[in-house]
């Protein structure tokens, strides 16, 4: 079982980035999944979550109107489109998933069933 997060890297302030994260070795598609982030020296947070189908997303306050959660099953791949960067938002970001519902990720994240290694978004002035 495998979540490989990509796609992080430096941007300016205002700037975009999309994160990926590809699953394998599970049935990615029967599995709700979400974005974490955890910035130095802080709690990992909730970012976003998505329902196995795509049908339903959920955001986290910081991000909502920035940034968009999104999947395609046949490639076994979520996606983290993230507009209007800011230093705040500076953090190394984990994919998860889980059969739970999403809209429960963010309470559940202590217990996610799989987890995969982060990648760092680094926001400058």
């Known amino acids: 079982v495998q979540l490989q997060a990509s796609g992080g890297g430096l941007v300016q302030a205002g700037g975009s980035l999309r994160l990926s994260c590809a699953a394998s070795g599970f049935t990615f598609s029967k599995y709700n999944a979400g974005w974490f982030r955890q910035a130095p020296g802080k709690e990992r947070e909730f970012v976003a979550a998505?329902?196995?189908?795509?049908?339903?997303?959920y955001y986290a306050d910081s991000v909502k109107g920035r940034f968009t959660i999104s999947r395609d099953n046949a490639k076994n791949t979520m996606y983290l489109q993230m507009n209007s960067l800011t230093p705040e938002d500076t953090a190394v970001y984990y994919c998860?998933?889980?059969?739970?519902?999403?809209?429960?990720?963010?309470?559940?994240?202590?217990?996610?069933?799989?987890w995969g290694k982060g990648t760092l978004v680094t926001v400058s002035n």
């Open positions: 998860a998933a889980d059969p739970r519902p999403a809209q429960a990720m963010s309470v559940m994240s202590r217990d996610l069933k799989y």
């Open positions: 998505i329902s196995w189908s795509g049908g339903s997303t």
